[in-house]
Structures are given as C-alpha cells and as structure tokens.
C-alpha cells in the first residue's frame, strides 16, 4: 500500500465493550507505534513495536489495553472493557531504521 | 529513556512574523530530530528534519537549528503565513537503534490575520 491504513476509522462503542483496533503498516517498516491524542491534546505514546525485539509497552495506561503485532505486518490495538476517557483518536505510524516515520489517519474512538 | 521537553504550548504571531519553537531531549545519543505539522482534524507528517552531524538545515521558510552539546533544537518559521497555522511536534530517536521515536507535548501555533 501507499502508506499506513487504520480501521475503522471511526468507532463507536458502549461503554465495558471491547474493541479492537487495527493498523496496517508500509511494507518493509520494521517499527510500528501507536498513540493516542485526546481532543486538543499532544501525542500520548502508547506501545513501540521494533522487529522481532519485546515491545515497548510502558507508555499503555493500564490493563485494559494491550497490542500484538506479528513480525513486521499488521497490529491490532485491544481495549478491554472502555470506559469513557478511553475516547480519543488513536494514531499509528510505521518507519523503517533510515526513514522518517509516517502516521496512518486514525481510529476516532467514542465511548458512549 | 529519551525524554523530549517542547515550548511553548501555545503561541500566537502575527502573519509575516516569525515563530520559534524550543524543544530539548535528555538521551545524549539521540541522533535524530524530526519535527511534524498536524492540521486539523488530520494526521501529522513530516515538515523537516535534521541529524545529529547537521546544526542547521532550511528548507524555504522553515529552518531547523541543532545545539548537540545543549541538547536542544528549535524549529523557526519566518514570514509566517495563515497557512502555518497548526500544532507543531518536535520529536527524538536514535536513529539507527532499537529505541523508538519520543515525542514532544506539540505547539499550537495561531497566525493572527
């Protein structure tokens, strides 16, 4: 593909509903980021995903959320049970060692 | 880890004006410095970047400077234009190495007509 694809790109759930978001990133990227941006806000980070190495997961708020990525294809972003503050956008990017990283167009989460 | 400071939060030019924003880094080895415009309502992408053996780069209106010994790099945009209106990231990474790419808090700049 021509660049990083999220979906959906608009979500909305029942507040304790799982969901889960996806993340395709550019062929060949070896690291792959999520984020999360509430309205207004900064880029929070949230997972770091670099080749076959353990995940950076220090940036995930808490137990409800969780991510997988196998090798360096798709990743799939998991909130268990949402709550309200969960709502935001949820942004991926992908880069390779020598490359600038490149954001998909994000996940609109609203936790009603 | 790497630990990316930005100000200010918010600032406010007038068009044609110039714009500074600050940002600095702790990890010593960082090596590479991209900044990134988002728009409202879209995604942020790359406007310029620098590495760690450049202290200066320009691309038209937009420069970025880099003071290693300081840690510190800065993002200036001159004769700004309603069309820079934006929140601007500096972000931080070892380019190269297994570390990822830490971001600063952003910039929301207001080009006042």
């Known amino acids: 593909g021509a660049g990083v694809s999220q979906s959906p790109s608009n979500k909305v759930t029942e507040k304790g509903k799982d969901v889960e978001l996806r993340c395709d990133p550019i062929s060949g990227h070896t690291a792959l980021y999520w984020y999360r941006q509430r309205l207004g806000q900064g880029l929070e980070f949230l997972i770091y995903f670099q080749g076959n190495s353990a995940p950076d997961k220090s940036g995930l708020p808490s137990d409800r959320f969780s991510a997988e990525r196998t090798g360096e294809s798709v990743s799939t972003l998991t909130i268990q049970r949402t709550q309200q503050e969960d709502s935001a956008v949820y942004l991926c990017?992908?880069?390779?060692?020598?490359?600038?990283?490149?954001f998909g167009q994000g996940t609109r989460l609203t936790v009603v | 880890g790497e630990n990316v400071e930005q100000h200010p939060s918010t600032l406010s030019v007038q068009e044609g004006d110039s714009a500074v924003i600050k940002c600095t880094y702790s990890?010593?080895?960082?090596?590479?410095f991209p900044w990134y415009k988002q728009e409202l309502g879209k995604r942020p992408q790359l406007i310029i970047d620098i590495r760690s053996n450049v202290g200066e780069k320009k691309d038209q209106r937009i420069a970025v400077t880099l003071n290693k010994t300081a840690k510190h790099f800065s993002l200036h945009i001159t004769e700004t234009q309603p069309e820079d209106s934006a929140v601007y990231f500096c972000?931080?990474?070892?380019?190269?190495?297994?570390?990822?790419?830490?971001f600063g808090k952003g910039t929301h700049l207001i080009i006042q007509p």
């Open positions: 990017a992908s880069s390779s060692a020598y490359t600038e990283a490149f």
């Open positions: 972000a931080a990474s070892r380019r190269g190495g297994a570390d990822g790419l830490t």
């Open positions: 990890d010593s080895a960082s090596n590479y």
